[in-house]
């Protein structure tokens, strides 16, 4: 069905980018070189490693540097129990806020602890179920006069080509970045860490990306992933105000037939529509735009196969029963006014 389907849920399920096509056929031509050892193509291939890893610590604003891991959940737990293993004797709470993304909250649960000073504070920069953006300024302050001097932690998932994360690196100690929200490729991820700041490794190895995470790094997958985040972060402001058209026509037409937009007085992202419409469940009307030719997604997303609302939207004080009809649509940057009519008459009728 996808071949002949559209995706409306970019941050769910996007096409893969063709420069991150290129990237990928490039890198399985010929030999595999591993960026470790003494030839002259491993030493190209770790060459170019670095350039990737400055192109992207350039747009957050070079004040941190970038490492490589395999996807955000791994970013986010590593920069859980890395910083606080070097924050230990200081103490073991973790202070997430309630609304960030689960992947936050589990490593929050799974590795922090009750004594001491709270030696870490972590939010979603951007919530990945209605958009709605983070006050860096306003979060960091509060931060600041609740805990002193915390660790500051910021998952930047979904954020690439809609805000921008630049201004993050000025806030934070560590950025979470995921790659397939935005037509990246899966399985590679990064965590930017502010320059001066320690952090243990979670993966040991044999020396891999300077002794900080084990495990040979995907280069053509960071090719990629750097590629379409730098086309993306070059086109956000064209891509953004095309976003804002189509998603203020797209919640007109549902607020007039009854339905509700979640976080719709508060700053958010362009592009990305929290709704939900009287009736059935999401996956119901899920079903129903499949067959017509959209992929979305419930507002839920990774907790959606457990049943369960979003944490996101029963934190923001929605009742379960409504947070279960919430469906997310978050544009294209493709995305033209005759795909959106279609999308909007599949979704009223």
């Known amino acids: ?5 559209t995706s409306v849920d970019m941050i769910s399920a996007s096409t893969l980018h063709p420069l991150a096509k290129e990237e990928i056929i490039a890198s399985l031509e010929g030999y595999q070189h591993r960026a ?10 770790s060459q170019q490693l670095e350039k990737r890893r400055n192109d992207l610590e350039i747009l957050l604003g070079s004040k941190g540097t970038i490492w490589f891991t395999s996807g955000a959940d791994e970013s986010a737990t590593w920069a859980i129990r890395g910083l606080l293993s070097t924050n230990s004797k200081k103490g073991s709470k973790i202070d ?4 960030a993304h689960i992947s936050l909250i589990n490593a929050a649960k799974r590795f922090g602890g009750d004594s001491g000073k709270t030696v870490i504070s972590a939010a979603s920069a951007m919530d990945i179920e209605t958009g709605r953006i983070l006050d860096l300024k306003n979060w960091n302050d ?16 979904g954020a690439i080509g809609r805000i921008s994360i630049s201004e993050m690196s000025l806030f934070a100690d560590a950025i979470i970045l995921d790659s397939e929200s935005f037509g990246g490729p899966m399985g590679i991820g990064a965590l930017w860490i502010k320059h001066g700041v320690r952090i243990q ?7 891999q990306e300077k002794g900080r995470r084990g495990g040979t790094v995907p280069v053509g997958l960071v090719n990629a992933f750097v590629e379409v985040a730098i086309q993306l972060e070059e086109n956000r402001i064209k891509n953004t105000k095309l976003w ?15 339905g509700e937009i979640f976080g719709v007085d508060q700053e958010r992202a362009p592009g990305i529509t929290c709704l939900s419409l ?11 735009l499949e067959q017509r030719g959209f992929i979305a997604a419930p507002s839920s997303g990774c907790t959606a196969t457990a049943g369960k609302p979003s944490h996101v939207l029963t934190s923001m004080g929605i ?8 469906i997310r649509i978050s544009l294209q940057p493709d995305t033209t006014e005759e795909i959106l009519e279609n999308l909007i008459n599949a979704l009223l009728n």
């Not at 069905?1 to 389907?5: A, I």
């Not at 470790?36 to 291939?45: A, K, V």
């Not at 509060?142 to 998932?157: C, E, N, T, Y």
């Not at 490794?201 to 020396?207: A, D, F, T, V």
């Open 1 to 5: 069905m996808d071949g002949d389907s």
């Open 36 to 45: 470790s050892g003494f030839s002259e193509p491993s030493f190209l291939i």
């Open 96 to 99: 997430v806020k309630e609304d």
């Open 142 to 157: 509060d931060a600041i006069q609740r805990h002193g001097s915390p660790r500051k932690v910021l998952d930047a998932r």
């Open 201 to 207: 490794p979670l993966i040991e190895g044999s020396g």
């Open 244 to 258: 804002n058209q189509l998603h203020n026509r797209l919640e007109s037409r549902i607020i007039q037939n009854g």
């Open 278 to 288: 009287p009736g059935p469940p999401a996956e119901i009307y899920l079903q129903h």
């Open 319 to 326: 009742k379960n029963e409504t947070a279960l009809r919430a």
